[in-house]
């Protein structure tokens, strides 16, 4: 499984569970903190389902903050409001889950490209996108400054240590 960051970086997984995990952990820790005070000056997650993001129509240029507002998803975020929290630095990190679900080439490439210009406007928004390692090709993403990362399997004695920490 492959992941790539920037500024801090995400893992895809081989069996697509792992890396879908990682990207809902992020968002969950975030929903979870109880204190309204520590929550508001941690970045808000938000995550994007690149597959959806890749079959989406719509008239014009497709951009990450449109998708959230305008796309049929659960959530409903009012128009402006990404905006707002994208021009305060660290407000936002962008979770994109599922490179490799984009099985068309060509769309696949224009999604690299929204994430390269994404990257590039917002450039105090830390990114993490996740993807299969298989047919993930990494250079357009190393150019655009992305660090990658790959999430091992756990061996026994891991998973226990693991385990028995998430308890305490």
């Given at each position: ?19 879908s ?68 630095p ?44 298989v047919?993930?090709?990494?250079q357009?993403?190393?150019?655009a400054?992305f ?22």
């Amino acid at each position: 499984m492959a992941v790539a960051g920037k500024p801090p970086a995400g893992n895809p997984g081989r069996s697509g569970v792992r890396k879908s995990s990682l990207i809902r952990y992020l968002a969950l820790r975030w929903s979870s903190i109880v204190d309204r005070s520590t929550r508001e000056v941690q970045p808000i997650p938000l995550v994007i389902d690149l597959g959806r993001y890749g079959h989406w129509k719509c008239d014009g240029r497709k951009g990450f903050v449109r998708f959230l507002e305008e796309a049929p998803v659960w959530h409903d975020w009012p128009r402006g409001l990404l905006e707002r929290l994208l021009a305060q630095p660290g407000r936002i990190v962008l979770l994109l889950d599922g490179l490799d679900e984009i099985f068309d080439p060509q769309t696949r490439e224009e999604v690299v490209n929204d994430i390269q210009r994404f990257s590039t406007e917002q450039t105090q928004t830390p990114i993490v996108v996740t993807s299969r390692i298989v047919g993930y090709q990494s250079q357009r993403l190393r150019d655009a400054e992305f660090r990658h990362f790959m999430l091992q399997d756990l061996d026994a004695a891991q998973i226990d240590a693991f385990i028995d920490r998430w308890h305490e």
